[in-house]
């Protein structure tokens, strides 16, 4: 069977296998994140709690990605991703036990979410670096970016709405219970696997992971194009992310409404998601994504501010598509461009600061956002963010438009135009 363009990496055998897979495991863990921030939510009553949890989540991915990226170059990518969806099964049965039993506090939730965020740290990276092993063309690497965040939008449109409703029905262990169980279809898609070579960067290292890592910062910081992407992404998921994480608060405090009304609030956020990712999967050359990077994080920040106007619960699931589009194209064109614009010497570090990018940097933002949610009320957090955003993606946007030669000039020579 032929996959049509806009489904071209499908005919690669592996990342068949692995987008299969993927189908059932993003599913799962779209209901375990509306599971837990209902659960948290519950438990507190509190934005700054949401704020918090989402932190302690994702500081071990602040403290750990860049050395993760260092340290994954040496191991096979395949095996080390099985092991890390075994850890991450653990955890989601320890936690769907615990909320089972009510054995659950806010602190026990906390030390789960923690333990997961030391697992991220290597995961994310392992499983960005290793797309590039499972297409058999190298132009098909931006095809393959583009139809995972297609998945992963898709399961967020799916998976918060079934979470809402079985919390509803069933209570929260359910959806913990239902993610535990599908991260048996990554690892079966991971043993399926057949690769020509194995999926290692190096065999070895000259050079201590430490001193790799404070290398891989050296050359990021060296090339504009990454400097500049890494940045503007650094700030937009500072300022921009933390909506998602309030989303429990935006549902119950400011629309007056119920774990329902959060899963169709998150719908929204999909649906304008998964249009962003069908579009990304049609471009037929990353020559225009810093244009679509760029833009997508300015108009982001205006979607976030625009959004936290409505008091409508139908208003604001039609405003919370714009905010899921933009969020998708601006980290769908920037996974691209850095994962095409650096070689295998390098990508995995180049990978990880990316993870801490959109996954270690903004649990600071909801922190911040979720202490001022508390302060002057959750729609006001986060139309203060939203314009904060605003303003640092146009003083980017003007600066990559000025390099994007380079930046194009970087994909020609590694073959991505």
């Known amino acids: 069977m032929i996959f049509p363009k806009p489904l071209r990496a499908l005919n690669s055998r592996n990342y068949r296998l692995f987008f299969a897979a993927q189908t059932v495991s993003m599913t799962g863990l779209w209901m375990h994140r509306v599971a837990i921030g209902w659960l948290v939510f519950r438990l507190t009553d509190s934005n700054s709690a949401l704020g918090l949890m989402d932190f302690t989540a994702s500081l071990p991915i602040c403290l750990l990605s860049p050395l993760a990226g260092a340290v994954i170059e040496r191991l096979d990518l395949r095996k080390a991703l099985f092991y890390m969806q075994a850890g991450c099964m653990c955890i989601a049965f320890a936690l769907a036990f615990c909320t089972l039993t009510e054995l659950i ?18 995961e994310l990276p392992t499983r960005y670096s290793l797309v590039n092993y499972m297409v058999d063309k190298k132009e098909d690497v931006a095809n393959a970016v583009a139809l995972n965040s297609t998945l992963f939008n898709t399961a967020r449109m799916i998976g918060p709405t079934i979470g809402g409703f079985v919390i509803h029905a069933l209570g929260e262990s359910f959806c913990f219970f239902s993610n535990g169980f599908c991260y048996l279809s990554t690892m079966w898609a991971l043993r399926r696997m057949k690769m020509k070579r194995a999926p290692v960067g190096k065999s070895g290292g000259e050079l201590h992971p430490l001193l790799e ?3 891989g910062i050296n050359m990021a910081r060296n090339f504009a194009p990454d400097r500049y992407l890494l940045t503007l992404i650094t700030l937009t998921g500072f300022f921009c992310f933390p909506s998602i994480i309030l989303m429990p608060a935006m549902a119950r405090s400011v629309l007056q409404g119920s774990s329902r009304t959060l899963g169709v609030l998150l719908m929204g956020i999909a649906v304008g998601a998964l249009a962003g990712s069908i579009l990304m999967a049609t471009r037929k050359s990353t020559a225009s994504y810093s244009w679509w990077c760029t833009r997508s994080c300015l108009c982001f920040g205006l979607s976030v501010m625009i959004f936290s106007l409505s008091r409508n619960i139908w208003l604001s699931i039609i405003l919370a598509a714009p905010v899921g589009f933009c969020m998708v194209v601006c980290t769908i064109a920037c996974n691209t461009l850095l994962q095409t614009m650096n070689g295998d010497e390098s990508r995995s ?4 600061l990316y993870t801490l990018a959109i996954v270690g940097v903004p649990p600071f933002g909801s922190l911040l956002a979720g202490r001022l949610g508390d302060l002057v009320g959750t729609a006001w957090a986060l139309f203060i963010c939203g314009i904060c955003s605003t303003l640092a993606a146009f003083y980017y946007m003007k600066k990559i438009d000025k390099i994007s030669f380079r930046l194009l000039m970087a994909l020609k020579r590694r073959g991505a135009l």
């Open 213 to 215: 890592t404070w290398a």
């Open 349 to 352: 570090r180049i990978m990880a």
């Open 105 to 122: 506090t806010f602190k026990l939730v906390l030390l789960l979410v923690v333990s997961r965020g030391v697992i991220d740290a290597f």
